[in-house]
């Protein structure tokens, strides 16, 4: 007998594991810059330099790349600024088997603070939260028919279920230039840079998908002339690519991460000679999976008038995906500043990233609850301080809804931050509003069985020739067909054509004549 099998794509999780690492180390301040009078502003981003995995471990070397803006004493050109690196070589214990290439690694920062020590050396300290989520692409083979040399009976249903079209890494790289306008004074020196994705737009094509959103930028710089200690600049520049992926399509459901894996901030002199062209090297990550809904009609049970056939299977867990959408949520709140902060007179910038730190399932659906991390410029009255940065955390909750939450439902909920406006409700309270995204994918686990493998046996005539020729038989409820025929070795079409049927679904109390058969 021979066995026609369809392969199904589908993936798996390895292994997740998560470490969090702490960063602290004494900065000196560069002989080239003025002495520190107090901190105004540190931001961090992560690097991985190299990823390898040896013995269930995952030995990770990168740093902490940091922005440190600070105000002198100096009577001009108060705010200054000053880079660096903070390295790391970590090792994280990995729950099954692992590999670097299908390994997705995400980092968060959930603490970075710089304290001054003297006026030439500060204090680093963070926190830094790494998770490392393996998945694996296989290939499940199910039976959709079998052949053989004598008659053979089988049930088949139709199975559902979501396969993965796609899974991989990609990346985009944009770069453009940024000419200053003529309001705005030449560059001496960058100060701080801030870039972040806006409006992103994802959609699956003919064997590719297109991305298109906004890039926004965000400067602060030391201008070559006049007195005022900084200036700011921010515009947005849209960027649109298209991905090739090949195998995907529109009916299909895309997963599909974009993040800023790197960037370069360059100032460059225009044909004047005058340094206000602003250069861009922007790449991209896409962590890409593209889920398809298959529906394949398999076999469930076979058996033969003329062989004994014993069915082998053998348990499967696969998944089906019940939610797949998008939610905004509105979110605003006042933030009072501290006493130590300056007063506030106009709000420069204002820009965040929001971040999960619960999902929970309820009656109605999966409760999310996390915090926007808000920082933001703005101006004050004052001339030493002539402007100030700080940080504000706004909390969120949203109910996602969805039906059919069991405990063996998985679930995701990925936050991005559509808009952010920040405005000065007074000169110490202000009025964040935000506008956020939840990407939310709910799949069920199914576990199931299927059929892997047939052994055959000759007929035991001697059953056989002891089971009544002719059988009455009298439906009950919840019977169906195919099994009183498999039950009393007769087939579904001799039931029918004995028994005058037109339905193979017979009601319950049925009067039904059962003929056994034997095959050659």
């Not at 902490?64 to 002198?72: D, R, V």
């Not at 304290?115 to 998945?135: D, G, H, P, Y």
């Not at 808000?374 to 940065?389: G, K, L, Q, S, V």
């Not at 020729?469 to 067909?481: A, F, H, S």
């Amino acid at each position: 007998m021979e066995l026609v099998r369809k392969n199904i794509h589908t993936n798996k999780l390895k292994c997740k594991s998560s470490l969090q690492i702490n960063l602290n180390d004494d900065i000196n301040v560069p002989d080239s810059k003025p002495d520190i009078a107090s901190v105004m502003k540190v931001s961090g981003e992560v690097s991985l330099e190299e990823q390898k995995i040896l013995s269930g471990k995952l030995y990770l070397k990168g740093f902490l790349f940091f922005q440190l803006l600070y105000l002198s004493a100096e009577a001009d050109h108060q705010i200054h600024s000053m880079t660096g690196r903070l390295p790391f070589d970590e090792a994280i214990y990995l729950d099954g088997e692992c590999s670097v290439e299908n390994a997705a690694i995400r980092w968060e920062l959930e603490d970075l603070s710089a304290n001054v020590i003297n006026s030439r050396k500060i204090s680093m300290k963070s926190l830094l939260q790494i998770t490392v989520t393996a998945e694996e692409l296989f290939d499940e083979s199910v039976c959709v028919s079998a052949s053989a040399d004598f008659p053979v009976c089988t049930r088949t249903n139709t199975l559902h279920l979501t396969s993965l079209g796609a899974c991989k890494k990609d990346s985009y790289r944009f770069r453009d230039e940024i000419v200053l306008p003529s309001s705005k004074n030449s560059v001496r020196e960058l100060l701080y840079r801030s870039l972040s994705l806006k409006n992103v737009d994802i959609r699956l094509l003919k064997d590719q998908f297109s991305i298109k959103g906004d890039l926004v930028v965000f400067l602060l710089y030391a201008a070559e002339e006049g007195e005022a200690a900084a200036e700011y600049f921010e515009t947005e520049l849209p960027f649109h690519a298209a991905i090739d992926c090949n195998g995907c399509d529109e009916t299909m459901t895309p997963d599909i991460g974009l993040t800023i894996a790197d960037k370069t901030v360059e100032v460059r002199q225009d044909n004047d000679g005058e340094p206000r062209i602003i250069s861009l090297d922007v790449l991209m990550e896409l962590q890409i999976k593209i889920y398809e809904d298959t529906s394949v009609e398999i076999i469930r049970d076979i058996y033969s008038p003329s062989m004994t056939l014993t069915p082998v299977f053998r348990p499967v867990v696969y998944e089906n995906l019940l939610l797949h959408n998008t939610s905004r949520t509105r979110v605003s709140d006042r933030v009072k500043i501290t006493d130590t902060a300056p007063k506030i007179l106009q709000i420069c910038h204002g820009s965040g990233t929001a971040r999960i730190d619960d999902v929970y399932p309820t009656e109605d659906g999966l409760m999310a609850e996390g915090i926007i991390d808000a920082d933001i410029f703005y101006i004050t009255p004052e001339d030493a301080r002539p402007m100030y940065a700080i940080k504000a955390m706004v909390p969120f909750q949203q109910l996602i809804e969805a039906r059919d939450i069991g405990p063996d439902t998985v679930y995701s909920v990925a936050p991005e931050l559509e808009q952010l406006t920040v405005l000065s409700s007074d000169s110490d309270e202000l009025e964040i509003k935000a506008s956020l995204l939840l990407n939310s994918l709910v799949f069920d686990r199914i576990s199931d069985s299927f059929l892997s493998d047939i052994t055959e046996q000759p007929p035991d005539y001697d059953a056989l020739l002891k089971m009544p020729g002719m059988t009455g038989y009298i439906v009950k409820e919840n019977d169906d067909l195919w099994t009183i025929a498999k039950e009393h070795h007769t087939t579904m079409e001799s039931i029918m054509e004995l028994n005058e049927l037109a339905d193979e679904a017979p009601a319950a109390g049925t009067h039904l004549l059962l003929l056994k058969e034997i095959m050659p």
